[in-house]
């Protein structure tokens, strides 16, 4: 990975102000296809409500907007969730928002970007998520960022009516390069 495609994001705390784009990504049907989740509408009162406690300081979450460094424009979101302090582990997500900016290197870099920010900023050792099996880009991208299948959970998510299988993958501390960053 070359230094301009690593410059190419930067992640930002998420904040109200970001209430009507995380609106619009959480109603798109298209979007949660390739996501584990189920899909169902969310009225904005209820994203309202939903983000400002994302905005909230929590000791076992960060909620990170995704940003296009030339431009500033928030792309996606990324999550670390239920962190465990004690163990050093948490469970990651990550989407970018709208198609015209997938397949561009922006989901790459903020990968890169988080699991170098997990591992050296936040000392923990391990960070693990569920992809559908069905979502081949998002599994490729994972095992080029060095995540690795530690399991799979058959038949775990219904996508239009049809069970979907789920992998789970990880990466160690140990294992990962620090040239990632």
Not at 57 to 84: F, K, P, Q, W
Request: aromatic share 10%; charged share 25%; glycine share 8%.
């Amino acid at each position: 990975m070359d230094q301009s495609s690593k410059l190419s994001v930067y992640f930002r705390a998420l904040d109200v102000s970001d209430l009507e784009r995380v609106h619009a990504w959480h109603n798109d049907w298209g979007l949660y296809e390739h996501l584990g989740g189920g899909f169902r509408w969310i009225s904005l009162a209820a994203e309202d409500e939903w983000l400002r406690r994302r905005c909230t300081y929590s000791a076992n979450e960060i909620n990170l907007a995704i940003c296009l460094s030339d431009t500033h424009e928030h792309i996606g979101n990324v999550y670390l969730r239920d962190i465990d302090w004690v163990a050093r582990h948490a469970e990651l997500h990550i989407f970018i928002g709208l198609p015209a900016h997938r397949g561009h290197g922006y989901g790459e870099a903020a990968m890169r970007r988080v699991v170098a920010h997990a591992f050296l900023d936040l000392g923990l050792q391990r960070l693990f998520l569920f992809v559908l099996v069905s979502n081949e880009p998002a599994v490729r991208l994972y095992r080029k960022c060095g995540f690795v299948q530690e399991g799979r959970l058959r038949e775990h998510a219904l996508k239009r009516g049809q069970p979907m299988d789920m992998l789970i993958m990880g990466i160690l501390a140990s294992e990962w390069k620090a040239d990632d960053r």
